[in-house]
């Protein structure tokens, strides 16, 4: 079992809809994930981390973290085409002692203008 | 550097073939990180380096993949005999002293 999951989607939303993208994790002991955003033929870019349990929210973004359910979402408001792009979700590799991060395989957003 | 850079964009190799992928990682970063992305998926790890020394090389494919970082700041990912299955996009990261770092724009490596 992969330690960090996406569904792959895609998923698609017309604009100005929210967009809501999951992802789930088996490491218990996880205290901090990553959400990157990847343009096609591009390389990821980190948009939002989040270490503790609740929201966090930045602009159009907000990251949501729920340990007791092991699960991270992202979701962004008012969507707009140039939002379309994969969106990995990242979380620690709890088996080293370093800031290594496992990535998932990405969710496919398409913002339908 | 603005960010990290990556040489060279494309290449394009014969199979059987040797190549050598660079990384200069955004000046003053400590941690350095080499993944392989194949289409549609996410990142996979293939080796992390603190300064000079590499102290995790779990997620290289095998004894062909080869990566050093001798003066702690460029580093070089070297393929020996390169393979079809070899083909992918090679990315590099760098960060100072939190995870999540900053991507290079990855080395785009077609093996015919």
């Known amino acids: 079992q992969k330690e960090v999951e996406q569904n792959s989607g895609p998923l698609s939303v017309p604009e100005g809809a929210i967009a809501s993208l999951n992802c789930t994790y088996s490491?218990?002991?996880?205290?901090?994930f990553f959400w990157y955003r990847q343009y096609s033929g591009k390389s990821p870019e980190l948009i939002m981390f989040i270490y503790s349990n609740g929201d966090k929210e930045d602009g159009r973004f907000t990251a949501q973290l729920n340990k007791a359910s092991q699960y991270v979402s992202l979701l962004i408001r008012d969507s707009q085409p140039s939002d379309s792009a994969t969106y990995l979700c990242?979380?620690?590799?709890?088996?080293?002692?370093?800031?290594?991060?496992?990535f998932g395989p990405g969710t496919s957003l398409s913002v339908i203008p | 550097g603005a960010g990290v850079s990556q040489s060279p964009r494309y290449k394009v190799a014969k199979r059987g073939q040797d190549v050598a992928l660079r990384c200069d990682p955004i000046s003053g970063h400590v941690s350095l990180f080499w993944y392989q992305q194949a289409l549609g998926q996410g990142p996979e790890f293939l080796t992390y380096?603190?300064?000079?020394?590499?102290?995790?090389k779990s997620g290289l494919p095998s004894d062909r993949f080869f990566a050093e970082r001798p003066e702690g700041s460029v580093s070089t990912l070297k393929i020996q005999r390169t393979q079809q299955e070899d083909s992918a996009v090679y990315l590099c990261?760098?960060?100072?002293?939190?995870?999540?770092?900053?991507f290079g724009p990855g080395t785009r490596l077609l093996v015919l």
């Open positions: 990261a760098s960060s100072l002293d939190s995870p999540g770092g900053y």
């Open positions: 490491d218990r002991g996880s205290q901090s």
């Open positions: 990242a979380g620690p590799d709890g088996k080293t002692s370093y800031d290594k991060v496992i």
């Open positions: 380096f603190q300064n000079e020394a590499q102290l995790d």
